[in-house]
């Protein structure tokens, strides 16, 4: 079982920079797949930026370029560096893992971003 916990969400202005973590359990390196979700208030969760364990990443074109997903795996945290955020980027945002065919998720984290 692997249990995510995510911190680093916020308040911040429109053009502003925001960096979420997401700290596993298990060792980052033995997990198949990590991702960033988002919900947007009054829609579906939509995907945000997968990385593999070959450590290729894939972002959603409305991302791309302004956010980077990493990971640590000495501190087992996997990590969402968000530049020029616009107020259409605020969401609750979650991490997933999968790991031996489950997939686990982080709490979530509120982001707002302010015209």
């Known amino acids: 079982q692997v249990q995510l916990v995510e911190s680093g969400g916020g308040l911040v202005q429109a053009g502003g920079s925001l960096r979420l973590s997401c700290a596993s359990s298990?060792?980052?390196?033995?997990?198949?797949?990590t991702d960033w979700f988002r919900q947007i208030l009054g829609r579906e969760r939509e995907f945000v930026a997968r990385?593999?364990?070959?450590?290729?990443?894939d972002y959603a074109n409305s991302v791309k370029g302004r956010f980077t997903i990493s990971r640590d795996s000495a501190q087992s945290t996997l990590y969402l560096q968000m530049n020029s955020l616009t107020p259409e980027d605020t969401a609750v945002y979650y991490c997933r893992a999968l790991y031996r065919g489950v997939a686990y998720w982080g709490q979530g984290s509120q982001v707002t971003v302010s015209s």
């Open positions: 990385l593999h364990s070959d450590s290729r990443a």
């Open positions: 298990t060792s980052i390196d033995s997990i198949t797949v």
